[in-house]
């Protein structure tokens, strides 16, 4: 079957780094995002990655281990303003069709 | 300023009674998509359009319905079929690149369905 799994929640402190991860099985892989949800708004979008390795933006990285099935969000120097749920989704075989995960609620404690 | 813009924010029906679902892109998107958002799940699929009058069933369709007569627009009705409509509705699009990566999507600021 398809399926994400990530942790439900997360506490850290203000100033720490933290990492989310995401373990995935679905046909046809193409690709992993990552999006960042507040509470009552819209996803937005924070990464893709299609090759193995790390991907870095400013605070954010993403990894991916295709072999493994394997992802994770790494946020640096962590905000009050990153408390937020963070999905995870993979496409399933055929087109633009995503799976995502029920999100991991990250909590920034000052 | 390009975006997707969903209406209303908030919504509230009587039961038995159809609803509809404002979605509108200016992104010059060619997909769209409709998901659920249930507290403690991910998002759901419920149709999706990859291009002018034609759409597919997502994973969850029954009780609902859509229409993509404009590139820019894709409503979604909320039927009175739907035994718990009461979720957050988030509506997404993206470009149509080909290729072998997926495209991403965008998401609209959503509109929170509430049956009473």
């Known amino acids: 079957g398809q399926n994400i799994d990530q942790p439900t929640e997360m506490t850290a402190t203000e100033g720490a780094i933290v990492q989310i991860n995401c373990t995935y099985q679905?046909?046809?892989?193409?690709?992993l995002f990552w999006y960042q949800q507040h509470a009552g708004e819209a996803p937005t979008f924070l990464s893709y990655?299609?090759?193995?390795g790390l991907e870095e933006k400013g605070r954010f990285s993403s990894f991916l281990s295709r072999s493994k099935g394997y992802s994770y969000l790494l946020l640096k120097e962590l905000q009050m303003k990153d408390s937020a749920s963070y999905l995870c989704a993979a496409p399933r075989g055929g087109y633009n069709k995503l799976i995502f995960g029920a999100g991991t609620r990250l909590a920034v404690h000052p | 300023d390009g975006g997707i813009t969903q209406s209303p924010k908030y919504l509230f029906r009587k039961e038995g009674q159809n609803v509809t679902l404002s979605c509108e892109q200016n992104l010059n998107h060619d997909a769209m998509y409709w998901y659920r958002q249930d507290p403690g799940q991910g998002l759901r699929l419920i149709y999706y359009s990859q291009i002018v009058n034609d759409f597919q069933k997502g994973d969850i369709a029954e009780g609902y319905s859509v229409s993509r007569e404009k590139k820019e627009s894709f409503p979604l009705t909320v039927t009175s079929a739907q035994k718990n409509p009461t979720a957050f509705y988030l509506c997404a699009s993206s470009i149509e690149a080909g290729g072998l990566s997926t495209d991403t999507q965008y998401f609209g600021p959503g509109t929170r369905l509430t049956v009473l």
């Open positions: 679905t046909s046809g892989f193409n690709g």
């Open positions: 990655n299609v090759l193995d």
